[in-house]
């Protein structure tokens, strides 16, 4: 009996150490820009308005384009020091990131330490697959993202984040960590879904895009989101399933239906 006992506790650990805390969903995508002005410009097009921006000794730092209350894209200006425009990293938001965190060391995952960080949020950040920086945040009371709620809310033509796109060399090894060492359950489609209940997800594919971010954005009928973007004036193609425009530096912006 005692055996018996000791081997259900097992396979109880073992089904609950590969399963993830849960998460809230994506939080924002970081991209470095040649034209922060510009890129504002285009995404205040679609919809997306800037919330407020972080300063290093007079010099914008970031722009946080807000797509939701819990969402954002952060403009990073190109410099001298930091050149290469495209995509940065991606962040996830939970309200439990200090389970996460410790689950994350427990898996010998060597995440970095828990943290404030400069907008008032915890957070902690993580090198993923080809050293790709992987970000986790908490919202947390007085923080400017949680200061904004309810303000500089557009007029999306779409109103959540639904999917990110990270390109690698090796799909195979990162499929794997995102499956194995992150435990995003993968889809029908074959996209990696974040734990939890947001439907949202990452998905992986060849470097073809090279360094630029690919980002889907959900409406209710890509019909009227046709017809919206051209109403406004925003060039954009059809694809199955998809309307796809791109940003002034290139990055892939889509519109899909949910589920699409």
Same mark, same amino acid.
């Given at each position: 009996?005692?055996? *018996?006992?000791?081997? @259900? +506790? ?33 995404? $205040?097009?679609?919809?997306?308005? $800037? ?8 010099? +914008?730092? %970031? ?11 952060? *403009? ?18 939970? =309200?439990? *990131?200090? =389970? ?5 060391? %427990? $898996? ?46 557009? =007029?999306?033509?779409?109103?959540? @984040? ?27 489609? &074959?996209?990696?879904?974040?734990? &939890?209940?947001?439907?949202?997800? #990452? #998905? ?14 959900? #409406?209710?009928? *890509? ?5 919206? @973007?051209?109403? %406004? &004036?925003?060039?954009?193609? %059809?694809?199955?399933?998809? +309307? ?17």
């Amino acid at each position: 009996m005692r055996k *018996l006992l000791l081997f @259900l +506790l097992l396979c109880v650990t073992a089904a609950v150490s590969a399963q993830s805390v849960p998460m809230d969903g994506l939080a924002h995508v970081a991209i470095r820009v040649k034209d922060v002005p510009a890129s504002r410009a285009f995404y $205040e097009k679609i919809g997306f308005l $800037e919330a407020f921006t972080i300063d290093n000794k007079g010099v +914008l730092d %970031r722009s946080f384009i807000k797509i939701n209350d819990d969402q954002f894209i952060e *403009l990073y200006p190109q410099t001298e020091k930091q050149p290469q425009i495209g995509f940065l990293h991606l962040c996830f938001y939970g =309200s439990d *990131l200090e =389970s996460l965190h410790k689950q994350y060391e %427990r $898996e010998d995952l060597k995440p970095h330490d828990l943290k404030k960080a400069g907008a008032g949020n915890l957070l902690f950040t993580m090198e993923g697959p080809e050293k790709q920086n992987i970000e986790y945040t908490q919202y947390m009371p007085g923080s400017l993202h949680s200061n904004d709620h309810g303000k500089h809310l557009g =007029s999306p033509v779409g109103p959540k @984040l639904i999917s990110v796109s990270l390109a690698m060399k090796d799909v195979p090894a990162a499929r794997a960590y995102y499956s194995e060492k992150l435990h995003f359950p993968i889809t029908k489609t &074959g996209s990696f879904a974040i734990p &939890g209940t947001s439907g949202e997800t #990452v #998905v992986i594919e060849d470097d073809q895009i090279g360094a630029r971010m690919r980002v889907a954005f959900q #409406v209710k009928s *890509l019909r009227e989101a046709a017809a919206d @973007l051209t109403k %406004r &004036g925003v060039p954009f193609t %059809r694809a199955k399933n998809a +309307l796809s425009t791109t940003d002034p530096d290139g990055n892939i912006v889509e519109f899909r239906e949910h589920g699409s």
